[in-house]
């Protein structure tokens, strides 16, 4: 079934960016008019998602204010161990709100619109998108099968076998098996490790897939970057240049 809601991931510090000059959480970065999460709202929009919850943590109440700015569209849930806790631990907490298939992003993402078309579009039930090598540094490769099917994850590709299928971008299709099993494995983590530091893709998404098959995608000429840190920042103000012309042209 294709997705109708989304969930972005948005309890980060950022604290790699403060160099910057940024202060705020990662979402609030501004590279041409708006804040980053609002361009991906509003790309989310204009795909067709209904509705979006923001999991919230560090200055929550920039996401507050827009949140309460676009009520029909947005809702929120906030992870007070932000500072203590992983990406899967925000997720987790987002169970209540989670009915059915969902697109899940990063608060940190520039991306273009065909990347949304892309994954609405694709039959598969559980989709991770792939890039091609950008250069951009802290990537995250991802290995898969001759089927193309999720295998492992890791920043160091060393880790990986031969079957890297490209970097993780950080939109990916959830089904509610695949959610159900990646909070299963989560609530065990924490209760066994007494530790909420947990990642969602390297860690949960990976032991999920071993029986929820997750499928990858890989567009190799797709325009995007994550921003981190000052170098992933510089980056970005060109690839989001690129990105609007690509997005006029189409």
Not at 189 to 215: C, I, K, W
Request: charged share 25%; hydrophobic share 40%; with cysteine.
């Amino acid at each position: 079934m294709r997705p109708l809601q989304a969930v972005i991931l948005a309890a980060g510090m950022g604290t790699r960016l403060q160099s910057t000059g940024h202060r705020g959480p990662k979402g609030a970065l501004i590279l041409h008019e708006r804040p980053i999460i609002t361009e991906s709202i509003n790309r989310l929009l204009l795909a067709g998602i209904e509705t979006i919850t923001l999991v919230t943590g560090y200055q929550a109440d920039f996401y507050d204010k827009l949140a309460e700015s676009m009520p029909a569209s947005i809702t929120r849930i906030h992870n007070p161990a932000y500072a203590e806790s992983g990406s899967m631990y925000s997720l987790y907490l987002a169970r209540e709100s989670i009915h059915g298939a969902f697109l899940l992003l990063e608060s940190d993402l520039i991306y273009e619109q065909r990347a949304l078309s892309i994954m609405l579009e694709n039959p598969a039930e559980n989709l991770l998108l792939l890039s091609g090598e950008t250069g951009a540094g802290d990537e995250v490769y991802v290995e898969a099968d001759k089927d193309r099917r999720l295998l492992a994850m890791s920043k160091r590709r060393e880790r990986l076998q031969t079957g890297i299928a490209g970097e993780l971008v950080g939109i990916s299709k959830v089904s509610p098996a695949l959610y159900e099993a990646m909070c299963a494995y989560a609530g065990d983590y924490f209760r066994e490790n007494n530790s909420l530091h947990l990642d969602y893709e390297t860690d949960a998404m990976v032991a999920a897939g071993r029986t929820v098959p997750v499928q990858v995608i890989t567009v190799s000429d797709l325009l995007w970057s994550e921003i981190d840190d000052a170098v992933h920042y510089r980056r970005a103000i060109e690839i989001d240049r690129l990105i609007r012309a690509r997005d006029a042209a189409n």
